[in-house]
């Protein structure tokens, strides 16, 4: 599966790419690039995926310019791949059939905050850091975390989640509206500001997760939340991987309002221990954080204090001051650091599975069980309240026997997800290194999907080559 | 706008019609009905849409036999009109170019209930109260309730919500995945029993909304919800509407975690205590109810408390026994039969804006003034927590004169929601009643849309008539 990534030159013309090009040249003058080292920033920088890089980089101040420029590439029948912070794990910023890179990251303005309806309205450019520190004096702020400072376009794309999901939904659940240019460069706005509407086809919906495979986002309507009265962190150890699992679906199942529960498995943990010079003990641990009032924060934890008890968790470490809460999440945020130093030279490679929680125990044992057996430094890390958890698999690329393992091992990961009536990806998106198991989870459903690809951009233009693999475009024509 | 119900018959071709209703008779027998009244009550009975009965009314047991019927309607060119319990608002049930009704109140099977993933997957035909019967024993429940008893497929087909969205979200929210009959009678399962998936588009989303004008649900996969350990209802009297609107706007901006926050005007409650015999004071009144721990409950109306003395609501009314709180929703889901008990022997016309809360006093206030105005009998009850409101007019629809001004009336009112940013339905949908208000609402948007229903049922035999305009439709021809 993971050689899927061949490029199929049929889409690119040399001389519509060169045409379109240089009309864009004409007009932008220096907001278009075709310097090679831009050009290689703009592709795949973050995975495995072989960098293909976009034949220039447009960098618009505005969505008239975003629409301006699809109408020359659509013109030319030229590949447009819209671009973020580029902090995406699946390829999905790569140009494998050439075209033009339009990086957003220029449009970061904050058009508006709405403190009452705890909504504001941002260019798609917008960082989530830069939009936290831009709400705070307001004491609202925007949930959700994926890591990565990505932008909130990119976010929405590929339908982006993160620690605090379990309590403050996904990208899906909290935005509200977008401003879309077409591949036809025409503009949309859809959705609105209040907070639910029947009027017709949720194109929001549509956009989110579409992977900039439909259209270039370019403006957003988020929702904002209020900064809890009092929050508190805490870790908490346990025997072994199906305890901590039993003890999230008690969690969840009590309906316990948990801002975050991250697990950590002891591999994982070893490395956070010997990057961010922590002295957790090395079992699979949760991370969690609790939202609330005063009095709500302490009833929560108390609760969750007899539910680890019930599955043999640890006494809590418990981290209420901000700074010790911080450097907590520093540590979990830099697990990718972490992973990097269990093995010096390798590369990260992401996976991504989503399972209902009542299979999350099984899934991870198994998964750890195969880890082991095929000889893999690969950790565990995941945002379990969800069932949604990473295996970081640390590769190294030149040992072509060992990549054939670690491709047959994603294989079996992401089909036991499915079996299990999960997903292979949770928030990463399909891009172009999950193609194949698209058609395995979906099936005909992805020929809807298609359909409606077709319908919205009849000369697939837009991100080619991504959500939709070259074998099953070939099947249907 | 009232009268844009007019039946185009370019689709109603007699033989074909009267071909598919043969051949299903001959495969289905009994299930296939063409009893005139069985075929006027498969058409809107529930407002002052004119009843266009479809040809013949099918009742299917199973998803196998929705797509058999469905392959023999599309093989005649014969319009499908999807039915779950008859009680959309919007004309969405009626058949304007005749066809086939499938009546999916049969399929009514509960087919699996994921207790520890709080998860359940129904028959189409199963409604809101048979659910949360069959899953009392668990301690979960299905929480949206829009009122009526209608079935789940039907619900999320209007993206339906009601008085606990505030809290527990929308049709949009709940639903992990469905089983959809699309319009060449082709079987597709979108989604999962994961709790979020970044896998290709959200097809489920797409659905869920459509009002079955891009295939015929047939199963659903939906979110389940603990019930709570606690739960407390009050009301609260507020001196005007601006007052009450902005005591809510403080709930929500606080993040009181409130499960159901109505607001009924002064001539509602008259209403109410008239039909369920209850002594509210005749002002605006907050209907509420709180959820959670037991120090939770009490934590959340001692806050509630303290922002309603800030608008100066009255000191509460309130309903901690079981049989008490179901004696105040019950008089707030019986407005509709008080409203007609407010004005015997008239018509109930529904209205269905939300708008940002932000807005909520400012529309509500312009709102009643135009009632006064225009003279009309038009309570207001609204799921005030979201911005969405409804303002019944009691209709003499005799009165030719009396429906134009209401005509009008709600021209202004859907009007005012759009132009402040909100919708001109939150929970209804637009069926024949909106499709006007649709363009205004979503613009060149719609055209994206139609793309959408044109690439699914090339054929427009899903539902037509029903969210597209025949004046847009001509538009684009």
């Not at 809890?228 to 991987?241: K, V």
């Not at 299990?420 to 099936?443: A, D, S, V, W, Y």
């Amino acid at each position: 599966m993971i050689s899927d990534t061949e490029v199929d030159t049929s889409l690119v013309d040399g001389t519509g790419i060169a045409e379109a090009v240089e009309k864009l040249r004409n007009r932008f003058g220096q907001a278009v690039s075709v310097n090679e080292t831009i050009r290689k920033q703009h592709a795949n920088i973050t995975t495995w995926h072989p960098v293909q890089s976009p034949n220039a980089v447009f960098f618009p101040r505005s969505t008239d310019e975003v629409s301006e420029a699809v109408r020359i590439c659509a013109e030319h029948n030229v590949p447009i791949i819209p671009f973020g912070a580029g902090t995406s794990l699946e390829g999905n910023v790569n140009a494998p059939f050439g075209g033009v890179s339009i990086d957003l990251s220029g449009m970061s303005e904050i058009l508006a905050v709405n403190e009452e309806d705890m909504d504001c309205v941002v260019q798609a450019g917008v960082t989530r850091k830069q939009l936290n520190e831009y709400v705070k004096a307001t004491g609202l702020f925007f949930p959700i975390d994926p890591g990565a400072n990505a932008t909130l376009g990119g976010m929405a794309s590929t339908r982006a989640s993160g620690t605090n999901a379990v309590r403050y939904g996904t990208m899906r659940e909290n935005v509200l509206g977008l401003t879309v240019v077409m591949a036809d460069g025409s503009i949309r706005k859809t959705g609105g500001r209040a907070r639910k509407s029947a009027a017709g086809y949720d194109m929001t919906r549509l956009f989110v997760g579409a992977e900039g495979t439909l259209g270039v986002i370019t403006e957003l309507t988020v929702r904002l939340h209020g900064v809890p009265q009092a929050i508190s962190s805490a870790t908490c150890s346990f025997p072994d991987l199906l305890s901590a699992c039993n003890a999230v679906i008690s969690t969840i199942r009590f309906g316990l309002p948990i801002a975050r529960i991250e697990l950590l498995d002891e591999i994982q943990i070893r490395a956070c221990n010997l990057h961010s010079k922590m002295s957790i003990p090395e079992q699979p641990t949760l991370f969690l954080e609790f939202h609330g009032t005063d009095a709500g924060v302490v009833e929560q934890v108390e609760l969750f204090e007899e539910i680890a008890r019930e599955w043999s968790g640890s006494d809590f470490g418990r981290a209420l001051r901000p700074e010790d809460r911080s450097r907590l999440w520093q540590a979990r945020h830099d697990v990718y650091w972490a992973c990097l130093a269990l093995r010096p030279g390798s590369k990260f490679i992401a996976t991504d599975v989503c399972v209902p929680i009542s299979r999350l125990g099984d899934c991870m044992v198994q998964t750890q069980k195969d880890i082991l057996e095929t000889g893999l430094v690969a950790p565990i890390v995941g945002h379990v309240g969800d069932g949604n958890f990473h295996v970081s698999v640390m590769a190294d690329i030149n040992d072509a026997g060992e990549m054939q393992r670690i491709d047959d091992f994603i294989g079996r990961l992401n089909l036991r997800a499915i079996e299990m009536e999960g997903t292979c990806t949770g928030e990463h998106g399909i891009g172009q290194g999950k193609r194949g198991f698209l058609l395995r989870e979906h099936g005909d459903n992805v020929e809807s999907m298609w359909a409606v690809k077709r319908a919205l951009d009849p000369g697939n233009i837009m991100n080619p080559g991504k959500i939709f693999a070259t074998t099953f475009l070939e099947r249907l024509r």
